[in-house]
């Protein structure tokens, strides 16, 4: 234990696993290890989906293979928010097609630069996101070619396992989705990354003491989850265009609040 010890003090960023791309929370939490699923919770509006495109272009950014199965939105929405990230322009003017001349000529340049890359970033289609088998299906297909470092899952909610009765109970359908994505992550021996929402009981002046309760449909997700971050906005925050990123649950790290540029 003592060995293991000097070599995490003498060796920090060795035992680093993926980061999400915010320093500090990437210092306070080291990083998604193999295996580990991490989980963004938040109401509707919270920045959920963007948080999870940010994650996977920061990932790529720095060299690394990413897998983005989205069952939440078409492939060409997912370009998009990652072109958005990538250039640092406003996501509706892709969508409008109101690029300035000088920023069509950023996104060009951006484009040029993606081919350019060595590392891939895959994007499962929704038809091909209906449940957990069928992302193990694509994710087996894509090992054939690369060894990806992350997936991320867009979102875990609307994801049908496969392990359960559709009749059950719905927390006992909700967790079982977190279960299975999980043995994704341990199968695969890579982080899995993907987000819930939160109910309508989060919110107020108390709701950074808000646990896995507050999770949308089942307390059972926080179960098999290795970390949750909730993301939410204070009045505070909303004056600052901030966004403040909590984390309630942390199997190898303690909770911890963050205050993001939104």
């Not at 915010?22 to 080291?30: G, L, P, R």
């Not at 790529?60 to 983005?68: K, L």
């Not at 300035?100 to 929704?126: C, H």
């Not at 021996?189 to 507050?214: H, Y």
Request: proline residues 4%; charged residues 30%.
């Amino acid at each position: 234990e003592w060995t293991r010890y000097e070599n995490v003090r003498d060796n920090p960023n060795a035992i680093r696993g993926i980061g999400t791309g915010w320093m500090d929370v990437d210092d306070w939490t080291m990083g998604a290890g193999p295996g580990e699923l991490w989980i963004f919770t938040g109401r509707t509006g919270m920045g959920k989906s963007i948080s999870l495109s940010s994650v996977a272009w920061n990932n790529y950014d720095e060299g690394r293979d990413v897998v983005i199965a989205t069952r939440e939105m078409p492939k060409e929405q997912v370009l998009r928010r990652i072109a958005s990230r990538q250039t640092m322009i406003e996501y509706q003017k892709f969508r409008s097609g109101s690029l300035s001349r000088d920023e069509e000529d950023v996104y060009r340049a951006a484009l040029e630069d993606r081919k350019d890359r060595p590392n891939k970033f895959w994007i499962v289609p929704q038809s091909r996101c209906i449940d957990t088998v069928s992302i193990d299906v694509e994710l087996r297909k894509i090992c054939e070619e690369c060894k990806p470092a992350l997936v991320i899952v867009d979102y875990l909610n609307i994801i049908k396992p496969t392990g359960i009765s559709p009749n059950a109970p719905r927390d006992a359908v909700q967790g079982q989705i977190a279960l299975e994505l999980r043995d994704i992550a341990i199968a695969y021996s890579m982080p899995v990354i993907t987000a819930t929402q939160d109910n309508r009981t989060v919110g107020g002046d108390d709701i950074a003491e808000k646990g896995t309760e507050g999770m949308a449909m089942s307390d059972e997700i926080g179960r098999h989850a290795d970390a949750i971050f909730r993301l939410y906005r204070t009045p505070i925050n909303k004056a600052n265009n901030q966004i403040t990123l909590r984390i309630i649950k942390g199997r190898d790290f303690d909770q911890r609040s963050f205050e993001l540029d939104a």
